[in-house]
T-cell receptor, first 113, second 112 residues
């Protein structure tokens, strides 16, 4: 069966460190992978999209990697700040799914001052 | 440029009732999608509308239905509400040419 797995346990890190979140998937062949940020009681906010033929994408303090052999994406936030505390969702888009995002359950990140 | 808006923000209904949720798309966006998000879960795709026609549907029963209007605003209707329908309902709009979606703040539905 198809699965998107994100760590259900919260990630706690100290301010200034790099946060690394993982998204693993099985039985998908995604054309794209997206990362979103979601604050409590709010809608998700799009952060980054990476294509299947791209290995890495950067945007300011954010970096996403995409390994289609390992079926894994890593999401990094460098020099993390307490304001980065939120839930981070990964989403896969496939041609068979009409490019409609299928979301993981998200991982909560808590950055301590 | 106005973002995606949803109304109402909160709603309490009882089992068996019907509910209508509303969404205004971001300016220039012709595609709108609806998602259900239960507590601690990721958003689950309900359906998508493009130019007033449904062009994608997730694993939800027919009592979940929708509309898109000529101005690209949208409604989600749920009939015969069940307790498990309690969730955050999210609307997202995008320009069909691009894969970046813009989500609204959601409507929190509680079914008692």
């Amino acid at each position: 069966s198809q699965k998107i797995e994100q760590n259900s346990e919260a990630l706690n890190i100290q301010e200034g460190k790099t946060a690394t979140l993982t998204c693993n998937y099985t039985n998908y062949s995604p054309a794209y992978l997206q990362w979103y940020r979601q604050d409590p009681g709010r809608g998700p906010v799009f952060l980054l999209l990476i294509r299947e033929n791209e290995k890495e994408k950067r945007k300011e303090r954010l970096k996403v990697t995409f390994d289609t052999t390992l079926k894994q994406s890593l999401f990094h936030i460098t020099a993390s700040q307490p304001a980065d505390s939120a839930t981070y969702l990964c989403a896969l888009l496939t041609s068979g799914g009409s490019y409609i995002p299928t979301f993981g359950r998200g991982t909560s990140l808590i950055v301590h001052p | 440029e106005t973002g995606v808006t949803q109304s109402p923000t909160h709603l309490i209904k009882t089992r068996g009732q019907q509910v209508t949720l509303r969404c205004s798309s971001q300016s220039g966006h012709n595609t709108v999608s609806w998602y259900q998000q239960a507590l601690g879960q990721g958003p689950q795709f309900i359906f998508q509308y493009y130019r007033e026609e449904e062009n994608g549907r997730g694993n939800f029963p027919p009592r979940f239905s929708g509309l898109q209007f000529p101005n690209y605003s949208s409604e989600l209707n749920v009939n015969a509400l069940e307790l498990d329908d309690s969730a955050l309902y999210l609307c997202a709009s995008r320009d069909r040419r691009y894969n970046e979606q813009f989500f609204g703040p959601g409507t929190r539905l509680t079914v008692l």
